[in-house]
T-cell receptor
């Protein structure tokens, strides 16, 4: 069975602050994939990144960066210099080869960026 | 390139009725997934269709069913609606292949059961 935990229910920051969203996962599969999605108020989930279990290299895309650590089963997401447009619910998700292609989502972290 | 589309945007039904939700995947995607996002329950996997066949099913009762058509579009049917079926139903599609493919989501159908 797979499980994803996002312990932070809600985070509030002031614009230009850096913020890190935590994600911890559990799976018995040795091959798995981790994802981050953004859900703005409109409701549509927007794909941000995919990582596979064999690639622990951190990734940076503009103001976004991801830190994948197998030793702690974590896949954390950092937004640098946050902006109001970053306000959304962010979901971490896991897909494992033994899981029949389904995404197992965490409960999400509501990020509020204020002026 | 057009994204995943879903219809209707909103659907209001009464308890005991049937609801039909529709989804069109991104061109070239053969897999379609359905998820339920109910208040307090988070995002839960419902169904996965690929090449017209049901490939995987989440922990939902049989009154949740669906199908995939030859053009890869899909329908989700919910029979004997209950109040707790009120939720946002999200459809996603992906390219053929395994669990490594990212799933792209549509805007969802908001189902309200009165």
């Amino acid at each position: 069975a797979q499980k994803v935990t996002q312990a932070q229910t809600e985070i509030s920051v002031v614009e230009k602050e850096d913020v890190t969203l935590d994600c911890v996962y559990e799976t018995r599969d040795t091959t798995y994939y981790l994802f981050w999605y953004k859900q703005p108020p409109s409701g549509e989930l927007v794909f941000l990144i995919r990582r596979n279990s064999f690639d622990e290299q951190n990734e940076i895309s503009g103001r976004y960066s991801w830190n994948f650590q197998k030793s702690t089963s974590s896949f954390n997401f950092t937004i640098t210099a946050s902006q109001v447009v970053d306000s959304a619910v962010y979901f971490c998700a896991l897909s494992a080869t033994g899981g029949g292609n389904k995404l197992t989502f965490g409960t999400g972290t509501q990020l509020k960026v204020e002026l | 390139e057009a994204g995943v589309t879903q219809s209707p945007t909103h659907l209001i039904k009464t308890r005991g009725q049937q609801a039909t939700l529709r989804c069109s995947p991104i061109s070239g995607h053969t897999s379609v997934y359905w998820y339920q996002q109910a208040l307090g329950l988070g995002l839960q996997f419902l169904l996965w269709y690929d090449e017209g066949e049901e490939r995987n099913r989440g922990n939902f009762p049989p009154r949740f069913s669906g199908r995939q058509f030859p053009n890869y579009s899909s329908e989700l049917n919910v029979n004997a609606l209950e109040l707790e079926d009120s939720a946002l139903y999200l459809c996603a599609s992906s390219q053929p292949g395994g669990s490594y493919n990212e799933q792209f989501f549509g805007p969802g159908t908001r189902l309200t059961v009165l």
